[in-house]
């Protein structure tokens, strides 16, 4: 029983490369979240997709990051000419369909991959 | 105002106390609310979900939410130090993203 995968668990990039974070949800899971976590704050939201579907971007940056969740394949977050702002864990989360859920919404989490630009 | 806000600790109790957390949050149509524990460089993990008003009882844990305050706690009963660590409050307002809160860390004390 696979959980949610998140590969790579650390990635360094220079200022100005890109950055590539890809999650597996877990079987039988349809919708992915993915949130943004700088050091000592808490989680914060930045999109929510289904597949081949962004359901809700409201808080993705307006510019360098993108989302897909293709219909074969693991989700990516894509981030353009990385900053030292950027650097953070990012995590990213599963959930069943509606209709399959216990409660709305439990959400199941990755190991996250932490992003650190040099 | 921020949408889920936690008291900013840290919070240490000692071995064996009962450790209180809260949580309030200011959108009135939130459903679901879920209490996350997330150790140093490791991922969230989900210990208690409510969503019905009143208290919900898991083990040590118990969850207690008040719809009408808009407060939701988590309760340690007997703390270890096994359960230090940061527990993040989240609310569910619609299908999909939880808002979190900031965190509250936890030192229990042998």
């Known amino acids: 029983n696979a959980g949610v995968m998140q590969n790579p668990r650390h990635l360094v990039r220079r200022r100005g490369q890109e950055a590539r974070l890809r999650c597996s949800p877990m079987k039988g899971h349809s919708h992915v979240y993915w949130y943004r976590q700088l050091p000592e704050e808490g989680l914060k939201f930045m999109v929510y997709l289904q597949k081949e579907n962004i359901i809700d971007e409201s808080g993705m940056p307006k510019e360098r990051f993108s989302a897909e969740f293709p219909k074969e394949g693991p989700s990516i977050l894509r981030i353009q000419q990385v900053v030292r702002g950027d650097s953070a864990a990012y995590f990213c989360a599963s959930s069943p369909p509606a209709g399959a859920r216990l409660v709305n919404t439990e959400a199941f989490f990755g190991q996250g991959t932490r992003l650190t630009v040099v | 105002q921020k949408e889920v806000e936690q008291n900013s600790g840290p919070l240490s109790v000692p071995e064996g106390a009962i450790a209180s957390l809260n949580c309030t949050y200011s959108d009135r149509g939130s459903q679901s609310f879920f209490w996350y524990r997330q150790y140093s460089g490791k991922s969230p993990e989900l210990i208690m979900f409510i969503y019905s ?58």
Request: proline content about 3%; overall charge neutral.
């Open chain 2, 53 to 110: 008003n009143g208290d919900k009882e898991d083990g040590r844990f118990t969850a207690q939410l008040n719809k009408a305050s808009q407060y939701v706690s988590l309760l340690i009963r007997d703390s270890q130090p096994s359960d230090s660590a940061t527990y993040l409050c989240a609310v569910n307002t619609n299908a999909g993203k939880s808002t979190f809160g900031d965190g509250t860390t936890l030192t229990v004390k042998p």
